[in-house]
T-cell receptor, first 112, second 116 residues
Framework: DAKTTQPTSMDCAEGRAANLPCNHS???????VYWYRQIHSQGPQYIIH???NNETNEMASLIITEDRKSSTLILPHATLRDTAVYYC?????????????FGQGTRLTINP | DSGVTQTPKHLITATGQRVTLRCSPR?????VYWYQQSLDQGLQFLIQ???????AKGNILERFSAQQFPDLHSELNLSSLELGDSALYFC???????????????FGEGSRLTVL
């Protein structure tokens, strides 16, 4: 699985958009980009994933560069409940072999 | 609620003892994964089962073992416990590819193990 690089920590004001970057320059053509988050001591929560195109769901938007070497997770209107560690993970989708390898992630703090 | 159930939620035991953590995956999910998260540490992948068979192994100690039963629930057995085994243990499950995207994982709320 390709390695990812994320900033250790970020701050964002409540109500503003939070933009979390991720570098994955060694990503392969069949690897997806996944984002998960972990709110203090809770189980990690799936946010969004993408392969080539930008994606949006009720939680966030995922912007993937055309060369797929980096991506940005966007939380459009951050709330205090969005304070968490955010993990960017890349891996291929292989039947029966879908483990996720978590890095250190980005600790996002939403300030009032 | 992810649909993944882990028991017990909390467990306190002594060094040298043995414990079993249980995980019930979401209905229809064939894969079960176990992760360990020590205090202020990242999530460490331990082991994965797919439809009863071991599929991937991570940094799992020899004192630890796991299995997945025919009804797809899984158990993680931790023996000869040491103080350093104190951690949150998460179980996750994922559906077969094509059922719900490229196999995202759904995590339970974890079992917090304290070894005294």
């Amino acid at each position: 699985d390709a390695k990812t690089t994320q900033p250790t920590s970020m701050d964002c004001a409540e109500g503003r958009a939070a933009n979390l970057p991720c570098n994955h320059s060694t990503i392969s053509g069949n690897e997806y980009v996944y984002w998960y988050r972990q709110i203090h001591s809770q189980g990690p929560q799936y946010i969004i994933h993408g392969l080539k195109n930008n994606e949006t769901n009720e939680m966030a938007s995922l912007i993937i560069t055309e060369d797929r070497k980096s991506s940005t997770l966007i939380l459009p209107h951050a709330t205090l409940r969005d304070t968490a560690v955010y993990y960017c993970i890349v891996r291929a989708a292989i039947q029966g072999a879908q483990k996720l390898v978590f890095g250190q992630g980005t600790r996002l703090t939403i300030n009032p | 609620d992810s649909g993944v159930t882990q028991t017990p939620k909390h467990l306190i035991t002594a060094t040298g003892q043995r414990v079993t953590l249980r995980c019930s995956p979401r209905s229809g999910d064939l894969s079960v994964y176990w992760y360990q998260q020590s205090l202020d540490q990242g999530l460490q992948f331990l082991i994965q089962y797919y439809n009863g068979e071991e599929r991937a192994k991570g940094n799992i100690l020899e004192r630890f073992s796991a299995q997945q039963f025919p009804d797809l629930h899984s158990e993680l057995n931790l023996s000869s416990l040491e103080l350093g085994d104190s951690a949150l243990y998460f179980c996750a499950s994922s559906p077969p590819l094509g059922v719900a995207g490229p196999g995202e994982l759904f995590f339970g709320e974890g079992s917090r193990l304290t070894v005294l």
